[in-house]
């Protein structure tokens, strides 16, 4: 969980925090009424997604492999990945008293069968370098580019999948994605989460070159014959930049409570829906 150089905050440090994360920033940008029901608001879910569920037990199953290789350097077997997925799974569908929403007629059985076949292509083909951090937290502080002084009271915080090292102590952050479909230039090219991870690992003086640091995404892709995609992306200073102007003007936005509807593809399984429409 450690790696050189960093000793990093326990999650409940950070959350203690006032801080922002890629999952608030981007949820504020795709929709900012979404961003006030989820964060200032407090309205009750009205569904669960399904994709939730999911992506919690693929994580939970890649961290268990992951572990498991950096404490032993052993590669668990496939069986023991599936049985962390399902029980994940089963444990996030049983215990829920909410709805559930699903995408294009899926239910529950078909996410469980589409979710072992996509653990076992996992297991089949990752094949990580040296693992320096598992679920690696971090919380750093970002310049106020509209007072000119000193750093904004938000700090930005998150958690990285994994982070790698080659032979030469070349850092690389790895994220692992679920997506339905292969991954175009333009996400690679303009995605904010790299640019997250990329500006954190340079403040924490740990970016591969001055100021950045490769980032892979693995991705299950959920196409009928499933696939296991590599992408590298690297982000410039320039890049660093530009996300520090984008937190701050966020930031001044909600401070301001700029909040609006986006309807469009983002409303289909959203779970303010009823809330957001009476």
Not at 251 to 271: K, M, P, S, V
């Amino acid at each position: 969980m450690t790696l050189k150089l960093v000793k990093p905050q326990s999650r409940k440090q950070i959350q203690a925090e006032l801080h922002i994360s890629y999952s608030q920033l981007n949820t504020y940008l795709i929709c900012p009424m979404k961003y006030a029901h989820s964060y200032v608001y407090g309205t009750p879910w009205e569904t669960k997604p399904s994709a939730l569920a999911f992506g919690s037990a693929i994580h939970k199953s890649a961290e268990h492999f992951h572990t498991n290789l950096k404490d032993t350097g052993e590669i668990v077997p496939v069986e023991d990945m599936i049985d962390v997925f399902t029980g994940r799974l089963d444990q996030e569908f049983q215990t829920s008293e909410m709805e559930w929403s699903f995408k294009n007629g899926e239910d529950f059985e078909a996410l469980r069968k589409q979710g072992i076949e996509l653990v076992k292509l996992f297991h089949a083909e990752a094949a990580p370098q040296r693992i320096m951090a598992v679920e690696f937290p971090f919380s750093i502080t970002i310049p106020d580019v509209i007072s000119g002084e000193g750093d904004i009271p938000v700090k930005l915080a998150g958690v990285m999948d994994l982070v790698e090292s080659d032979q030469d102590g070349v850092y690389c952050v790895v994220e692992l994605k679920t997506s339905a479909q292969r991954f175009s230039n333009l996400k690679l090219k303009y995605d904010l989460q790299p640019t997250v991870y990329s500006y954190a690992m340079h403040r924490m003086k740990l970016a591969t070159s001055e100021h950045s640091t490769l980032v892979r995404y693995d991705v299950l892709v959920k196409t009928k014959k499933p696939a296991f995609e590599r992408y590298f992306v690297t982000r410039t200073k320039a890049d660093h930049q530009l996300l520090i102007e984008l937190i701050n003007q966020v930031l001044r936005a909600i401070e301001q409570r700029i909040f609006y509807r986006n309807t469009g593809w983002q409303c289909g399984d959203c779970q303010f829906k009823k809330a957001c429409l009476s």
